[in-house]
């Protein structure tokens, strides 16, 4: 087994371990929106259908849980808000209801909380897959890489409890992989017809996954080049199945609903509170925004319960500014060629680098979009940026690498690893065990 | 070919800040309800441009009188001018004359307001030529600089024209000058570079003292960067680098003696409040960001790191190198507040200099990606389509800036204009007052209906002192009224100032009053109504039985002459201290029936001088001293000196320098 495979079994190991962590330690249904996707599962796992909004409620059984949820008042009938949601996460989820249903809903939801484990290291293993394809000789990547996503607070949570999230993010890492072999091998069939799968069963779990497309239109151009009769072909084989696995799901939205989306439904259910903080441009230019989704994207555990501290969030910020700047380093200063000879890193060839903008539009489409929602629905959250979390790993990596210099690379990887394990100690001692009695 | 293009973008960037500002000379005309129309200049009339206008309206009086102005009588009692050094106003009055004085300060003031936010285009031009780096980066740097308005304190067009804090940003500005000038002079020796550079950093000391900071950081950077490496054995020896930057800094400081002479010698006598503060490092670094967009930080981050990445590029690594001392510094000066360590410096004020070479580093970091631009894979992007880009975006973004910014973010926003009625009643209101008060007396001014200070252009449009209920700055924290001198300027009620304690203290004869005092002062027993402006914003009250700014106990003054730096009274008394309502300083000297008399400082900033009984010939003036010569003297010296290496002076040999 190569080294750094057998380093990627060890964080795997770690992973599961400290995922347990997450999982036992945060109270019941105290994750976003816990409480209305447990209630989805159930409609789906004993009434075998999908829930429908302003229709269904949310079961009084839950009723203890309450202020976890949206628009649950207690005495009146909480909406379920997540019903709009694609059916796929709850179907995957069911047998582990059925198998459970026995035991009373706050152990059922610890055990849904386990099974999302399996989901988040598949998306470490992508993001170890991804490195490796990007870079394949690269041991700095392929350690710090999968080690980057394994150890990003937010991530992990979502993969500690009974949501759709990791899901859609693994689904979506898988597509980012598959793409960036599919740049390499020219947009080969079976590359497209995998991408059209994953297209798929990712449109069926979460609508996040439309954020993929203008990447695969990208793609397809950087890999095939000015050849729009062989970006019709790619189109096709990528559409066909997308479209087979999740056209019924988009019949059965437009069917109910009279949209795609069920969105206009929810921004009913929210009209007293629900008020965007301004236009498209408004929210991109914004600061305030831009920095919430920061403090989101590393604390905010809870429905925005648990805050970082300034000090701890200005060490992530100084930590994730020096990684930008070894970004920019990277792409603006060239590498001689004695130096390139010895680090094939520093002269990506042509497809390399078009797979490193690949990843960078990722970044930047996923931003785009929480903005967007963010026009519509004040609740946009960091989270929708999720799915692309291996593509920033990858780039912050390099630009992390980029910074340290080669003969040093082996403790410089070793040091990034114990920075983020600190950065979860220090999570868990001074601010998720203290917080335990206030949930 | 490309340099042409290049040149015409800024011009097209000129045309439309020239064309949004409105920065011609022009007058405005405004209609009353009765047909008649007045021209007024159309000029800013947000919050400090007044202050701006009038100083450079003083100096320009001053100057046609044949006097060099070192006491500003008109300002809340008066304060001497080292204390708000005249950079500005200097260049103001210089600017009137190459107009040859066809328009009034106030135009003038506009067209220099509007020629202080292209000036950048400049610096980035010299930034950009001495780091061997392309025209287009010199464009980008002003495209952003233009498209970043920043806020109050942060330096663009919301400090500079919203807000009208004009001498800090000249200052940075000029202090910025430097760096290039500097790195160029130590690293090559020119001393026609070295009359230049110590021209830019007196001007920047003379404009605003705060530069020091900037200079300092900028000289710290230049011996970094130039200085030999013991490791490399490359650069000046370290020998010749302190000599080049002593001589610029000693030619500099002389011509900036008058200030720092004076400041050196009265600093324990100046007060500044500090109205804002960072209040943690969060606060800062939210500042620095908006100062100049979150996306250009990063890159400027970048722009700093990546200069010592590529070969060349000594002004780009100075920059860098300054900017991480001067936030080092405005963090400890921001850290210092209530120590005895520059009480005077508010440390958010310190942010335009700072903003400039953000932006030159940003531009810089974004020119070095863009020229590397490649999409790879298999579409070949053609050389240079990252930079056609990037200037075409920007230049849309200048030219049509409603299809990419939204509103909040823009700049070159319409700034509020004197051509509207409230000015009229107000320069007819202040004409009427000063006639109504009786010679030896104040004029107050209290309310505004332009932006925050309208009080302040009174000096502009009439002589002698005035007082005012909100007076913007001040130099000392003793001036008597209902006010918290630690952190304000205003007074907490203007109703405050009409009592008639305040009056008597302050030797006020009349006042213009506008806005909610109105009413107040037309019920006051104290007042007596004269006039209201024809669109009814202003009246004109007198005092009933003023207090003259001098008085003396017995039968009293008889006769007084109020001028600029001078005070004149006779009369007889029953002997003992004259009060004289007007700032005390060292510099006031006084004689009593010709003979040299002590001139005390009283509990409220004014002056007490002993008067005996009889018959009494008081005069006081404020004079120059030894000192004072001595420094204008040798501002004279650096000026000529600095003017004759701009005209005269000769390349050494760089060679002979370098290991």
Known sequence: ?439 | MVGRIVAALFVFVFVVVILHMDALPTTGSVLAADGQVWQVPDTFASMDHPFHVSRAETLRQSLAHGEMPQWFADHQGGYPVEFYPLGVPWMEVGLWTLALGMWPMAAIHKLFVTLVFLAPAGLFYLMARQDGRPLVMAWMAFALLVLLPGQQLQGGYTELVYMGLISNVAASIAACVVLPLLSSFVSGGSWRVAGAAALAAGLALYTNPRSALALLVIGIAVVLVHGRQPSTRSGVALGHVFTRLGAVAGLSALIAAPELLSLARFSDLYYFVRYSTYESLPDFIRASTQAVSLPVLVLALGGAAASWRLPGLPVARTAALALIAYVAITLGVNSAEGSTLLPQLEATRLMPFQRLLTIYLGAFMLHALLVRFDVGGRVRVPPHAGVVGATAVLAIAVLWPALLIPVYHRSLWPVESTAQPAMVDFADAVTRARATAPTGTAVLVIGTEISQHQQLWAPSIAAGPFFYDDWMWYWHASHAGVYEPCCESAYATRGSALQRGYLQRHAVGAIAVAGDARPVAAASPELEWRHTGPFDTYDVFAVRQPTTIVTWPGAGVIDMVVDRERLQARGAGAGGPASIRHNWHPRWQATVNGEAATVARTGDGYMSVPVPAGSVELALSYRRDAVDWIGLGAAGAGWLLAFGLCAIGRKDSAAGDRA
Not at chain 1, 122 to 130: E, F, I, N, R, T
């Open chain 1, 1 to 439: 087994m190569k080294p750094s495979r057998t380093l990627l079994v060890g964080l795997l190991c770690l992973y599961a371990a400290k995922q347990m962590l997450f999982v036992a330690w945060f109270p019941p249904f105290t994750g976003h929106d816990e409480v209305a996707h447990f209630a989805y599962l159930r409609i789906v796992a004993t009434e075998h259908r999908v829930p429908v909004l302003m229709q269904d409620t949310m079961p009084e059984d839950l009723g203890e849980f309450r202020r976890f949820a949206l628009d649950w008042e207690e005495g009146a009938p909480g909406p379920m808000y997540a019903a709009n949601h694609p059916p796929l996460y709850y179907a995957v989820m069911t047998p582990v209801y059925w198998l459970s249903a026995h035991l009373g809903p706050t152990t059922q939801q610890y055990l849904l909380r386990t099974a999302a484990i399996p989901f988040g290291m598949l998306v470490v293993m992508l993001a170890y897959k991804l490195a490796k394809a990007v870079f394949p000789d690269d041991r700095f990547l392929a350690v710090t890489v999968p080690a980057g996503v394994a150890l990003q607070p937010q991530i992990s949570y979502e993969a500690a409890m009974v949501n759709n999230d990791i899901v859609a993010i693994a689904i979506y890492s898988a597509l980012l992989y598959v793409l960036v072999l599919a740049l390499r091998s020219g947009f080969a069939a079976r590359h497209c017809i995998g991408m059209g799968v994953l297209v798929g069963v990712g449109l069926l779990t979460k609508g996040t996954t439309l954020t993929i497309l203008p990447l695969l239109a990208a793609a397809s151009v950087l890999a095939l080049g000015w050849q729009p009769w062989l970006w019709m072909r790619a189109a096709g084989l990528v559409a066909v199945p997308a479209i087979a696995i999740s056209g019924p799901w988009y019949l059965f939205l437009y069917r109910t609903y009279g949209n795609l989306s069920g969105f206009p439904q929810i921004q009913q259910l929210q009209q007293s509170w629900n008020f965007p903080d301004g236009t498209f441009l408004e929210l991109l230019y914004g600061l305030d925004f831009a920095t919430m989704r920061f403090r989101e994207t590393w604390g905010e555990f809870g429905w925005r319960r648990l805050p970082l501290g300034d000090g701890l969030l200005m060490s992530i910020g100084a930590a994730i500014l020096c990684a930008l700047v070894g970004l920019m380093i990277y792409a603006a200063v060239p590498a001689d060629r004695i130096r390139a000879a010895e680090d094939p890193v520093l002269l990506p060839a042509r497809w390399q680098v078009a797979a490193l903008w690949l990843l960078t539009l990722s970044c930047i489409v996923s931003y785009l979009a929480v903005v967007q929602f963010g026009t519509s629905f004040q609740l946009t959250q960091a989270r929708y940026f999720f799915p692309t979390v291996n593509a920033a790993a990858v780039l912050l990596m390099l630009g992390v690498r980029t910074l340290v210099p080669r003969r040093w690379h082996y403790h410089g990887g070793a040091v990034t690893v114990v920075g983020l394990l600190g950065l979860h100690a220090i999570l868990f001692t001074s601010y998720i065990i203290p917080f335990y009695p206030q949930w």
